[in-house]
């Protein structure tokens, strides 16, 4: 039980366009998602959280107008980078959780590749 | 602040060998903690968690007890496999939030 499905898993685009990663919970509802960054050898760095009906909250320093967080139904939440440049090549990871007493549980992850 | 730091990488061992990964945490309140592992090219998964001081988790022979006094929650297993390679996050959550504090993360080689 418990998976998220995050899709694509790998993604190569040109600079300047938009890249759209779907984050989904197939067997539980996820009232509230995460959206990570990973950069290579490191850890894990929160940009946003989103609850199920209202807008994303993002951590400090995390463009929202470049990260697009849409959270519209229970089981899916989308992450748009908006005209992607190089610099925003990195390991994308998404989780979900039930509830607020649960633990996250993770995506496998979309790496993203800006030429 | 909140924060998770873990002992620095690489962890190289032989199959068979004691594994202890270290980690000690700050933060406020009483947070949940956990260790999550990342196998290469992959997200995060769950391996074990401890919602409140002195409790034990355990997975797959993999165990860490949540410390209050010395603010640890030191991940270990007797006899690492060589499958056991990847690298390990521990995390602590916010009672309040949920939100996730990861520390930099662990690599563990296990050879053969």
């Known amino acids: 039980g418990a998976v998220v499905s995050q899709h694509p898993s790998r993604v190569i685009c040109k600079s300047g366009t938009s890249v759209k990663i779907e984050c989904r919970s197939l067997d539980f509802q996820a009232t509230t998602m995460f959206w990570y960054r990973q950069f290579p050898k490191q850890s894990l760095m929160l940009m946003a959280t989103?609850?199920?009906?209202?807008?994303?909250?993002?951590e400090q320093g995390v463009e929202k107008d470049k990260f697009l967080i849409n959270h519209a139904s229970l089981t899916l939440s989308t992450l748009t980078v908006t005209s992607a440049h190089p610099e925003d090549s990195s390991f994308y990871i998404c989780?979900?959780?039930?509830?607020?007493?649960?633990?996250?549980?993770f995506g496998d992850g979309t790496r993203l590749s800006i030429l | 602040g909140n924060s998770v730091t873990q002992m620095e990488g690489p962890v190289t061992l032989s199959e068979e060998a004691f594994l202890t990964i270290n980690c000690t945490y700050t933060?406020?309140?009483?947070?949940?903690l956990f260790w999550y592992v990342q196998y290469p090219g992959e997200g995060l998964q769950l391996l074990l968690k401890?919602?409140?001081?002195?409790d034990k988790g355990s997975n797959k022979g993999f165990e860490a007890t949540y410390r209050k006094e010395t603010t640890s929650f030191h991940l270990e297993k007797g006899s690492v496999q060589v499958s056991d390679s990847a690298v390990y996050f521990c995390a602590h959550g916010s009672s309040n939030t949920g939100k996730l504090i990861f520390g930099q993360g662990t690599t563990l080689q296990v050879k053969p």
């Open positions: 401890a919602t409140k001081a002195d």
């Open positions: 989103s609850n199920e009906g209202s807008k994303a909250t993002y």
């Open positions: 989780s979900a959780r039930e509830l607020s007493n649960q633990p996250q549980h």
């Open positions: 933060a406020t309140g009483y947070p949940s």
